[in-house]
């Protein structure tokens, strides 16, 4: 049994450690050093106490990314509270059920969220703090009231000398303790709140900064983009550069290709963490149009230039993420084979990791030099993963793993518990893979996606859409099971289409088109019978995978 610290040691010594340099920037806005943020949790430390909240209550937290999100996160765990983030972008109803659901005392509220939450909708909860200037919005206990109203004269008399690096002691976690539920859905009959122990946490940041910090300078910058209420984002954006000593940079805006693109360019950071969609959507709108022309693929047909030419564009490609990052590590979904071969053929640094909420979510990575295409890495330090299959090497089955980063279990769920780890303390993914003899893993599909063919064949849905989405005019797809026959429901890219003046009747042409070249690749048993066109984009979960079952 490996010896694991207290993981809140880490945002005590990061902290003493860089006292006086800058932690966390809103983009184009304010900073904080690190002392303000550690002045800052003291102050959450102060109205807590006074509300009378205990080791173990529930704080929830629901807004964009932002330094005082970070900052109340920070001061939920060091007073030895459990978090419980929510995402920014479920609606009130959603909040409501998981404040309830959760039981959580406070919350902790953005300024995007306010107007969509209800107070008497939460009747448990003692007090609702905004966010932005951490005030008051709503108090039920006088005491928490009271508190805030002197909040400077409270600090005050608790520091008289000032507030120092040595004033700091917070609380020591054990590596089982709970510190965090994650709801992986806003919806009651879907809702699986995932407890996570301090370890599991704990397990994702000793990792990353073995094998990722250690080829990042000493005052790394990083931009935070993912949600930093789902695991991948807070895991990877924001625990492990904190812990670090680095400087990060929320981007508070909605995150559109554009707005991520300039932030890029403007921060520089020196790694690159995203999920699939941002990086197809940049280098699909950016890049492409200015290499995929005539000269340029002649040029990469002549033995004596390609390797400058293939250069040059790896530096056009590099330039697009701010020209510094070690590397590009993707996350949350599987990369189009097309963007995944076109960045390996250049030999930019790209490399794909992969995880789930349970796991706080690291289950596998290679570092893009030992990254082999099409896979997503190889179990990380202090987990076991094995593929239940008689043959993983050549029959794919379901990835399970053990260690110190598997969840709890889910909270007042013991049912989903018991079918998700096993007596042997696996936890069942519910993702189907191969894996080679060196222990890389190669994800085919999600067990619950798998269809049926006519003669009993699996179909892996991914698969065709991978395909499908390279190519002409189609953004986005997906493949769904209607009787005995395979649709393929496309979003068009209605942009291109109005450049280029195509009417509907012209897009029906392309898309039946493409059906036609996509069938003559696919075996007779997962051949698309059909085609339909989508308006609007499909609605999309925080890691921007497709929301399937709602175009089952």
């Not at 096993?422 to 191969?434: C, P, Q, R, S």
Request: charged share 25%; aromatic share 10%.
């Amino acid at each position: 049994m490996i010896d694991i610290p207290s993981f809140n040691g880490y945002f005590e010594q990061t902290i003493k450690d860089n006292w006086l340099l800058d932690a966390l920037t809103d983009y184009h806005s304010t900073t904080l050093q690190y002392h303000d943020v550690a002045r800052k949790v003291e102050k959450i430390h102060i109205m807590m106490e006074a509300a009378g909240v205990k080791k173990g209550d529930r704080i929830a937290l629901c807004g964009r990314n932002s330094a005082h999100w970070a900052v109340a996160f920070v001061a939920t765990l060091t007073y030895g509270a459990v978090v419980v983030p929510i995402l920014h972008e479920f609606n009130g109803e959603q909040i409501h059920n998981i404040v309830n659901h959760s039981e959580s005392r406070l919350l902790f509220v953005g300024d995007y969220v306010v107007n969509s939450i209800k107070a008497e909708e939460m009747p448990h909860l003692e007090g609702i703090f905004n966010l932005p200037d951490f005030s008051l919005h709503t108090s039920r206990n006088e005491r928490l009231t009271d508190a805030r109203e002197r909040l400077n004269e409270l600090f005050g008399a608790k520091y008289p000398n000032a507030f120092r690096r040595d004033d700091i002691h917070w609380h020591q976690d054990q590596p089982d303790e709970l510190c965090m539920i994650n709801y992986t859905s806003g919806t009651t009959g879907f809702s699986k709140g995932v407890m996570l122990p301090y370890r599991a946490l704990w397990g994702n940041v000793d990792f990353c900064q073995k094998r990722l910090g250690v080829h990042m300078p000493r005052f790394s910058r990083t931009l935070s983009i993912l949600p930093m209420a789902h695991m991948y984002g807070l895991a990877m954006e924001f625990l492990f550069p904190f812990c670090s000593g680095y400087h990060l940079y929320f981007l508070t805006r909605l995150p559109s290709p554009a707005v991520i693109a300039k932030a890029f360019k403007e921060v520089c950071p020196d790694v690159v963490i995203a999920v699939p969609l941002i990086i197809e959507k940049i280098i699909r709108k950016r890049v492409f149009p200015k290499i995929q022309n005539n000269g340029i693929k002649l040029l990469l047909q002549m033995p004596v230039v390609r390797d400058k030419v293939r250069e040059r564009i790896c530096r056009e490609v590099y330039t697009a993420f701010g020209g510094r990052a070690y590397e590009v590590i993707v996350g949350g979904a599987p990369l189009s084979q097309e963007i995944e071969k076109f960045l390996k053929d250049i030999n930019f640094p790209i490399t794909v990791g992969y995880g789930t909420t349970e796991c706080a979510p690291l289950i596998s990575y290679s570092d893009y030099k030992d990254f082999v295409p099409s896979s997503c890495g190889t179990a990380v330090s202090n987990m076991e993963v094995k593929i239940l299959s008689p043959n993983p090497q050549t029959t794919e089955g379901e990835i399970v793993c053990r260690g110190t980063h598997v969840m709890l279990g889910y909270y007042k769920n013991e049912e989903a518990t018991r079918q998700a780890i096993d007596a042997e303390g696996w936890y069942h993914t519910g993702d189907l893979a191969t894996m080679s003899a060196d222990g890389h893993i190669f994800i085919r599909g999600r067990l619950k996606n798998m269809l049926l063919g006519a003669n009993g064949q699996n179909v892996y849905p991914e698969e065709i859409e991978d395909k499908l989405n390279s190519m002409a005019m189609v953004s986005e797809s997906l493949v769904v099971q209607r009787g005995d026959k395979l649709v393929a429901l496309i979003h068009p890219d209605l942009d291109e289409a109005k450049s280029m003046g195509f009417s509907h009747d012209d897009l029906l042409s392309i898309m039946e088109q493409n059906r036609q070249e996509l069938n003559a690749q696919l075996p007779v048993y997962s051949k698309i019978q059909q085609v339909e066109l989508e308006e609007e984009e499909f609605q999309k979960t925080p890691k921007k995978s497709i929301k399937r079952y709602l175009y089952k």
